[in-house]
């Protein structure tokens, strides 16, 4: 089976630094993702990580360990808007389509 | 154009009821998906259609029937629902199934309530 574990809840100030953990246990691996969803809104894919190592796109960064099946989410410098929940996930199956998505943490960023 | 349209945003349909829920994209993409989300959980995969071929079927009941007349549509009918099928329902593509199943674009949703 597959399953990913990711806090229920974070909460920081504006300007800090979060970091949202994800742990993973599956069967197969072919990289994990994260996505972002504001209360009643889509969800808004961030970043992938398929090898080991941190990619950034501007404000977010993205880790990703293999052998520890552990990744996390960096937000930088944050802002009230990305007071949203979180929800890391992986690719169930190189070929069939399917993405398992974790329980989703829940960001409050305070002023 | 990076963006899914799903219509309606909203619908009440009682129990009794057949209706259908729209989604398109003119991202050229070949994998579309149908998700349906409760309040603070996250979402639920349904169907995969790859190529406009119906690939996952992830145990739905069948009082959900998905169509994909094209590769850039994608219905999902509705008949006989019950109560606890109110949730939020999510269409998404990517451009094909496989890596780039990681990056989903989704639709804004359609809030369903069934009474």
């Known amino acids: 089976g597959q399953s990913l574990e990711q806090p229920s809840e974070v909460t920081a100030v504006e300007g800090a630094i979060v970091q949202i953990n994800c742990t993973y246990q599956?069967?197969?691996?072919?990289?994990l993702s994260w996505y972002q969803q504001h209360d009643g809104g889509a969800p808004t894919f961030l970043s992938y990580?398929?090898?080991?190592g941190l990619e950034e796109t501007g404000r977010f960064s993205s880790f990703l360990s293999r052998s520890d099946s552990y990744g996390y989410l960096l937000l930088q410098e944050l802002q009230m808007k990305d007071s949203a929940s979180y929800f890391c996930?992986?690719?169930?199956?190189?070929?069939?389509?399917?993405?398992?998505f974790g329980q989703g943490t829940t960001l409050q960023v305070k002023p | 154009d990076t963006e899914v349209t799903q219509t309606p945003k909203h619908l009440v349909m009682g129990m009794t009821n057949k209706k259908s829920l729209k989604c398109e994209q003119h991202?050229?993409?070949?994998?579309m998906y149908w998700y349906k989300q409760k309040a603070k959980k996250p979402p639920e995969l349904m169907f995969v259609?790859?190529?406009?071929?119906?690939?996952i079927n992830e145990s739905v009941p069948s009082r959900f029937s998905p169509e994909c007349p094209n590769s850039s549509l994608l219905n999902l009918h509705l008949h006989a629902l019950q109560p606890e099928d109110s949730a939020l329902y999510l269409c998404?593509?990517?451009?094909?199934?496989?890596?780039?199943?990681?990056?989903?674009?989704f639709g804004p949703g359609t809030r369903l309530t069934v009474t």
């Open positions: 990580n398929a090898l080991d």
């Open positions: 599956t069967s197969g691996f072919y990289g």
């Open positions: 259609y790859s190529y406009e071929k119906l690939s």
């Open positions: 991202m050229g993409h070949r994998a």
């Open positions: 996930a992986v690719i169930g199956s190189s070929n069939t389509g399917k993405l398992i």
């Open positions: 998404a593509s990517s451009q094909t199934p496989g890596r780039q199943t990681s990056e989903q674009y």
